[in-house]
Structures are given as structure tokens and as C-alpha cells.
């Protein structure tokens, strides 16, 4: 089955200009050209461009989509995906922060409720209120700790913790139960 341009722009939700501009750049080209010069795309063009559209979604760059799709080296799709996930988490921590400056600047800590955001003192109330005590926090965090490393920073961090807290509570979190109860933590 062959596509048309304006059949195949249709179907991925595109402007017929994008891909144009997608040929232009060598990333996705006509399988072909009917007797009048149209283009002409085939399945595998057609599985190129619902890539290409995937690998848009998640922000990848045309030039790193290219490169992906015409034989980078093994491993590599993962390491552009892992770079793309660690620079959202920025950009979110980021977004938190500003979020929070606006509620300071509104001097309505209320308005961080709207903001699909919680805080420190919120999420702890919460915990309490889940039957936890300072022990079983602890080993959440712990669990967390050791489940997902990274993951539990950017928690902490979304929590609107600064560096040296988050630092004590995941250095806390690291130490064996025997050890920390010792330790008066």
C-alpha cells in the first residue's frame, strides 16, 4: 500500500509542510513519486514516521531522532532517552521551585494546593496520618532509598528541600535499621 503526502500527514496528526521538511532534512523520504511527481510513501516509511512522531513526543532533537533511526551504535537509544529523562527532571525541579516562589511572592501558601504540589509538612502529615511514626518513616525512606536512589532525591527535592536536608535524609536512609536506631536518628 502506498501513502500520499496529504494521506500520510493525515494519519500522524502533521502538516503536509512537516514533512516536507522532514524530506528537506533527509529524515523521512518518499518511498517514491507517482507518474505526475507526487510523492509516495510505503510501510516502511510509514513505521519510520510513527517513530520519528514517538521520538518527537518524549523531546528528542531531529538531529538526535536521525541519528537514532540511521544506525547509532548499540546502547545509544538508551543513553539519548536517559539524558532526555535527567533533563526533565531539572526542568521540573525547576518548575516546583518557581511554583513555590510565586506562593511566597502571593504570601498564599494555600494557592501551592492548585499547584498539584505538595510540601514537606503536607506529605509528613500525611504519613502520620497513615498510622506512620518517625520509625516507619525512616524505613520508608530507606526502602526508597535503596528501590529507586535517584528517584527518592527528586522526591525530596519536589518536596521543596534544600540540598543538605535532602543530603541527611537519604545519607539517614542508607544506614542499616540495626545501625540508625543506635545511631538516635
Not at 1 to 17: E, H, K, N, P
Not at 166 to 185: H, L
Request: hydrophobic share 45%.
Amino acid at each position: 500500500m502506498s501513502w500520499t503526502i496529504g494521506r500520510l500527514a493525515r494519519r500522524f496528526g502533521l502538516g503536509r509542510s512537516t514533512l516536507l521538511y522532514y524530506d528537506r532534512l533527509g529524515l523521512l523520504r518518499p518511498s517514491g513519486r507517482t507518474r505526475a511527481g507526487y510523492r509516495v510513501y510505503d510501510e516502511a516509511a510509514v513505521q519510520r514516521l510513527d517513530a520519528i512522531c514517538r521520538y518527537r513526543e518524549v523531546g528528542l532533537s531531529l538531529a538526535e531522532i536521525a541519528e537514532l533511526l540511521d544506525g547509532a551504535p548499540r546502547g545509544r537509544t538508551a543513553t539519548l532517552l536517559a539524558a532526555r529523562l535527567e533533563s526533565l527532571n531539572v526542568e521540573i525541579a525547576a518548575l516546583r521551585e518557581q511554583q513555590r516562589a510565586i506562593v511566597r511572592l502571593l504570601e498564599r501558601p494555600e494557592a501551592l494546593a492548585g499547584a498539584r504540589a505538595i510540601d514537606k509538612q503536607g506529605w509528613v502529615a500525611i504519613l502520620r496520618d497513615a498510622g506512620l511514626d518517625d520509625d516507619a518513616m525512616e524505613r520508608w525512606h530507606a526502602a526508597f532509598e535503596r528501590a529507586a536512589p535517584e528517584a527518592h532525591r527528586d522526591f525530596l527535592e519536589s518536596l521543596g528541600l534544600g540540598p543538605r536536608e535532602v543530603d541527611a535524609i537519604r545519607r539517614r536512609a542508607r544506614v542499616p535499621s540495626d545501625q540508625a536506631s543506635s545511631a538516635g536518628t
